[in-house]
């Protein structure tokens, strides 16, 4: 499409990642002297980018529907014979979706930030990463080629790694950051060699060549190779299993950072990434198959593993990468737009989770342990209702966004004859309402369970103002999507396929299962953890060895310190201790002491008489003369 062809605003495309990219660098040099002001700027980029983003979806809506595409060549970036990358920006439904939830969401995160962050000696640093984070997010989602979205990529990882040790003055968190960072880098490194594959066969890196040729080109080997490492790099960002580890830690960032990575940025990178090259996934139909097992077995586990937290922000993070396997799940049905869907919803129900932790924590004095919260529904109401409907949709409590989100998976699953994938998918989301809703009785009702919960009082409206905003998303956003052939799928049909439904049960069947399970979970959960005729602490010693199990994430952290970490410590300490000082440094140590020797024994001959010196020329001339006379 021609430049002419496009609104205006099309042109504008660039200023929605360029405006949190100068605010950054703007807040990076001199934003200890803004003070406060800092956050505010930070905000208002952010703000800006999403009005720009509304416009260019809205003038993306006038175009018809098989020509919504505009590609923004901003300059060449690469050109090496006949290789060419270009820095471009590629909006098309996907994308279009994408730049809405980061900016939209992320302006909310950033407001909240405001009154969360007041008082910390580094205000300007922290809105300047957070800037940065979205940036590189934007640019990772609005990359036309595969190298841009590599940049991108890498981007948000480095962000990660600052914001979660931002306060590297603790231990434990500058630990979880290198975490983070190392642990992303191993699927990082797997996505990179895929990316070197589509390269050799591609002979580029633009999306619009690689999914125009990709067929007449790609033999299905070939085709699983590259999307099994692009799927690893997937892995590793979405924190699935067997790369999950670094996101329970994750915590240890202030508490919009875990907002802004389990919410609209990060982590969602690895379904967007398999969404984007699903034609490449497609002719493997292997690969479909690694990710929705993949998907199913970490839905579960991690839900397992949220039922024996007891910190508030670790449930959510056992949540996050829950909720992220049933979307890969959906992506593994190849119902891409269904898994879009859940991203949207998961944005703002998780947001406002985090978020309104996070107020809970500022009205407890940092407190997150829920054993000792109770009864903070009286002093922290605001926080509490607003948690509540956040908890309710993802949930599945109809009629929230997570209630559709979530069946249009499972219905899907029903519909294409995965019956098992079906039963497992309805296990996991009963799983999900029952640590939900253990969660939530244990924070806001019953009596409060320490001087903090006692005490306890709301945030600032600077604070809460963004939590009623989300509260209202995740309660209405459903009306995108109200069947897997909603608003939202026939938006992204041209881009992204629907799923093809087969018989199955039948639509209010379907939903009657889904609303039992959530009843019959958050029932369950009430009678246990909220009517007060259970003695808790009975019951978590009867059930012994799950909750330990469950609290230990299945003791994976703990086999792979075990298995990996440790081995390699000790490798290092003899590399270090016995390599390196023994046998390196006493090879050069050996070599400058026989130097000092060897001079030592010159210098005994250096005596500064001149009839030393005459007498040694004299024997030398002599010792010449007798080997020319008596040399054959």
Not at 68 to 91: E, M, P, Q, S, T
Not at 132 to 156: D, K, P
Not at 195 to 214: E, N, S
Not at 362 to 390: C, E, W
Request: with cysteine.
């Amino acid at each position: 499409m021609t430049p002419q062809a496009v609104p205006s605003s099309m042109h504008l495309l660039w200023l929605i990642p360029a405006l949190p990219l100068a605010v950054a660098i703007v807040n990076l040099f001199v934003g200890k002297r803004l003070g406060k002001l800092a956050g505010v700027l930070a905000s208002v980029a952010v703000a800006c980018s999403f009005a720009l983003s509304v416009m260019v979806v809205r003038d993306l809506l006038t175009m018809p529907a098989e020509s919504r595409l505009y590609i923004r060549h901003l300059f060449d970036w690469i050109r090496v014979g006949g290789f060419n990358v270009g820095a471009d920006l590629r909006l098309d439904q996907v994308s279009a979706v994408m730049i809405m939830v980061v900016t939209g969401v992320g302006m909310l995160i950033h407001i909240y930030a405001i009154g969360y962050m007041d008082g910390d000696p580094r205000y300007g640093r922290f809105f300047a990463y957070m800037n940065l984070f979205v940036f590189f997010m934007l640019i990772l989602v609005l990359g036309e080629n595969l190298l841009v979205l590599y940049l991108g990529w890498e981007g948000v990882g480095l962000c990660s790694y600052l914001l979660i040790g931002f306060w590297f003055d603790k231990t434990e968190n500058a630990v979880a950051a290198k975490k983070a960072f190392i642990t992303t880098r191993i699927g990082d490194t797997l996505m990179l060699v895929g990316l070197a594959l589509i390269a050799q066969k591609f002979g580029t890196l633009d999306f619009t060549v690689i999914f125009g040729t990709a067929a007449g080109t790609l033999t299905k080997d070939a085709a699983t190779v590259i999307s099994l490492l692009l799927f690893a790099g997937a892995v590793g960002k979405s924190a699935q299993l067997p790369l999950h580890v670094w996101l329970p830690d994750a915590m240890a960032g202030p508490t919009p950072v875990s907002a802004l990575i389990h919410a609209a940025t990060m982590v969602t990178a690895g379904v967007y990434l398999v969404i984007r090259m699903h034609p490449l996934f497609e002719i493997s139909g292997v690969a479909l198959t690694v990710v929705l097992i993949v998907g199913l077995l970490t839905a579960i586990y991690a839900a397992t593993c949220a039922l024996g937290q007891d910190d508030i922000k670790r449930v959510l993070a056992y949540s996050t990468i829950s909720q992220l396997g049933f979307m890969f799940m959906a992506v593994g049905m190849r119902a891409y737009a269904a898994a879009m869907f859940m991203l949207v919803a998961h944005a703002f129900y998780k947001a406002l989770m985090f978020l309104g932790a996070g107020s809970v924590m500022h009205g407890t004095h940092d407190q997150t342990d829920m054993n000792r919260f109770g009864g903070l529904l009286k002093p922290m109401p605001i926080t509490a209702i607003t948690f509540m409907i956040g908890a309710a949709a993802q949930a599945g409590v109809p009629p929230l966004a997570g209630f559709f989100a979530k069946d249009a998976i499972l219905e899907i699953a029903d519909h294409s004859g995965r019956i098992g994938i079906y039963v497992l998918g309805s296990a996991g989301a009963f799983l999900s309402a029952a640590y939900i809703g253990r969660m939530v009785f244990l924070t806001f009702f019953g009596a409060p369970r320490s001087q903090d919960a006692a005490h306890a009082h709301e945030s600032p409206a600077v604070m809460w103002f963004p939590l009623a905003v989300l509260a209202a998303g995740a309660a209405t956003i459903g009306w995108l999507n109200l069947t897997p052939e909603g608003r939202l799928s026939e938006w992204l049909r041209p881009a992204a396929a629907v799923a093809v439904s087969g018989p199955g049960l039948s639509t209010g069947v379907l939903l009657a299962i889904a609303v039992a399970i959530t009843a019959a979970a958050l029932l369950l959960t009430w009678w246990i953890f909220g009517s007060g005729r259970v003695d808790r602490a009975a019951f978590l010693d009867r059930a012994e060895p799950l909750p330990r199990l469950f609290k230990n994430g299945w003791y994976i952290d703990q086999a792979y310190r075990t298995v990996l970490v440790r081995p390699s410590e000790v490798g290092a300490a003899i590399t270090a201790q016995v390599v390196d000082a023994k046998i390196v440094d006493g090879a050069f140590n050996a070599i400058g002491a026989g130097t000092k020797r060897l001079a030592q024994a010159g210098r005994r001959i250096q005596t500064g008489y001149v009839r030393s010196y005459a007498l040694a020329i004299a024997l030398g001339a002599v010792a010449l003369l007798l080997y020319v006379g008596v040399r054959p």
